[in-house]
């Protein structure tokens, strides 16, 4: 299987069939995925069967898609870009979405054991575009460019 392939099956499975999501990763406690942002290490992560039922559960609504847009591998590693889209829910992240399909930008980073399964996952999404399509008024400055003012963002 080809590393598109695979990332297509990683994200396939993530949303439409957790049995066939969860065979990829290695066994219960020989995995950590990453997926939350807090700052105590034991809540922002699954390393559990039981977590990554609970948890990876908000995957499969029928409301999210992704779709893998770029994959770069190397020694035991892969980088997923993948766009993310929410469609039909009445909130997200408890603010009503009025109908609105959300998009965004996503990228997860796998690593993988001797035999091929995963041992750790790192998946970031780009949430200030969907919460900017909600309204907040959220400031992405490009900062990286090149004559960027710091002194504009006050």
Same mark, same amino acid.
């Given at each position: ?28 406690? +020989?995995?950590? *995925?990453? !997926? ?11 390393? !559990? ?17 992704? !779709? ?11 980088? *997923? ?39 750790? +996952?790192?998946?970031?999404?780009? +949430? ?10 959220? *400031? ?15």
């Amino acid at each position: 299987m080809t590393d598109i392939a695979y990332a297509q099956k990683w994200a396939h499975t993530r949303i439409n069939d957790q049995a066939a999501h969860r065979d990829l990763y290695a066994g219960s406690e +020989e995995f950590v *995925i990453e !997926t939350r942002k807090v700052n105590d290490h034991l809540g922002d992560t699954i390393s !559990t069967d039981d977590e990554f039922r609970q948890d990876l559960a908000v995957w499969a609504d029928g409301r999210q898609s992704m !779709t893998v847009t770029e994959v770069f591998s190397g020694n035991g590693h892969v980088m *997923i870009h993948w766009d993310y889209e929410v469609a039909g829910a009445d909130a997200y992240r408890g603010l009503p979405t009025d109908g609105k399909t959300l998009t965004t930008k996503a990228s997860t980073f796998l690593a993988f054991n001797d035999a091929g399964k995963i041992i750790l +996952e790192s998946t970031v999404v780009n +949430e200030n575009p969907l919460l900017q399509q909600l309204g907040l008024p959220i *400031i992405t400055p490009h900062y990286w460019e090149e004559g960027f003012d710091p002194a504009s963002l006050g």
